[in-house]
């Protein structure tokens, strides 16, 4: 594994930066031939430089994030010459489009992750249309692609639906930040962790099981005591469970993840206000199975030190 920083005190001029940037990419390129793992995520100055790595014939794994200078061509440079590569991490790439990855992604089949995005939030979301995002998927045969992250992206019914179409054997799907979702779940059987975490709109449409589902970030979002029981009831094997800062469910909804998730080992309810923490008792004696409560905002401060005691007797961290 190799990365690359450049110090805070070199003072360059935009060519020299771009020269030696150039360079460096050079001597990896050749002198470090089987390297598996490179990461050049968020430089101090960004130079066009990932055409340079095509000798690096072992290439698995690659983090250009926060190269704002990236573009298709490059990429699709990169994907052509790194026949191995399993892994491409380019979060925060302003110049890629989802064309350009679908292209890119069309020269390399055996991909198993994709992370992408183009903003730092849901604001600045570039809008493109649902051809393009459709496209994305829906041109590609990625048959070992499981795990895909769209960070920040607008986030189409059409697209969801290729997924669904495609059939990719995605176990982890990342959706936080994005907007414009309808319907999320039932997409891919084997999922194991979907992260939902600040979409700024979210209807789960579950009258379907999905026992592989494992781990579930709903924090910031609209989910409601009759989503917390649709989720209780279609995903029982839930052994994490994200409801950070959600204000639309009570100890209703909470009761039912309780009751019927019978594997749950960890829950988040920090910042839900419409749940009493005395909740956490009850959640303890009932849910065995349950080793860490994040507990909701109490009025009266931390839990007693003999409280304390009492959930780790029950092996339960409570913080």
């Known amino acids: 594994m190799l990365w690359w920083r450049q110090d805070d005190d070199e003072r360059e001029t935009d060519d020299e930066v771009e020269v030696r940037g150039r360079s460096v990419l050079v001597l990896i390129s050749h002198y470090f031939p089987l390297l598996e793992v490179l990461d050049l995520s968020y430089p101090l100055h960004c130079y066009h430089g990932a055409v340079e790595l095509s000798h690096l014939k072992k290439l698995r794994k690659v983090n250009f994030s926060g190269h704002s200078d990236i573009n298709d061509k490059s990429l699709l440079h990169l994907f052509k010459s790194c026949k191995v590569l399993e892994e491409a991490i380019m979060l925060h790439c302003f110049d890629i489009t989802f064309?350009?990855?679908?292209?890119?992604?069309?020269?390399?089949?055996?991909?198993?992750?994709?992370?992408?995005?183009?903003?730092?939030?849901?604001?600045?979301?570039?809008?493109?249309?649902?051809?393009?995002?459709?496209h994305f998927i829906s041109?590609?045969?990625?048959?070992?692609?499981?795990s895909l992250d769209l960070l920040s992206s607008n986030i189409s019914d059409e697209l969801l639906s290729s997924i669904a179409t495609e059939r990719l054997p995605l176990t982890r799907l990342v959706l936080q930040y994005c907007i414009g979702i309808v319907q999320v779940l039932g997409i891919c059987c084997n999922i194991r962790h979907l992260n939902l975490s600040k979409c700024s709109m979210v209807k789960l449409e579950m009258n379907f099981e999905v026992p592989k589902l494992e781990v579930l970030n709903l924090s910031y979002t609209n989910v409601d005591d009759e989503a917390l029981y649709m989720i209780s009831k279609s995903c029982c094997g839930l052994l994490k469970l994200s409801l950070e800062n959600c204000n639309d469910f009570t100890k209703k909804g909470v009761n039912h993840v309780v009751e019927n998730c019978t594997q749950l080992r960890k829950i988040s309810l920090d910042g839900c206000h419409k749940v009493h923490a005395n909740i956490v008792s009850s959640m303890v004696s009932s849910r065995p199975s349950l080793r860490q409560i994040t507990a909701p905002p109490t009025r009266t401060g931390a839990f007693s030190a003999r409280k304390v005691k009492y959930f780790l007797r029950q092996g339960c961290l409570v913080c």
């Open 139 to 146: 041109s590609l045969s990625l048959k070992c692609l499981a």
């Open 99 to 134: 064309d350009g990855i679908a292209k890119a992604l069309r020269e390399r089949p055996t991909l198993r992750s994709l992370s992408f995005s183009k903003t730092n939030g849901p604001v600045k979301v570039r809008y493109e249309s649902a051809y393009t995002t459709s």
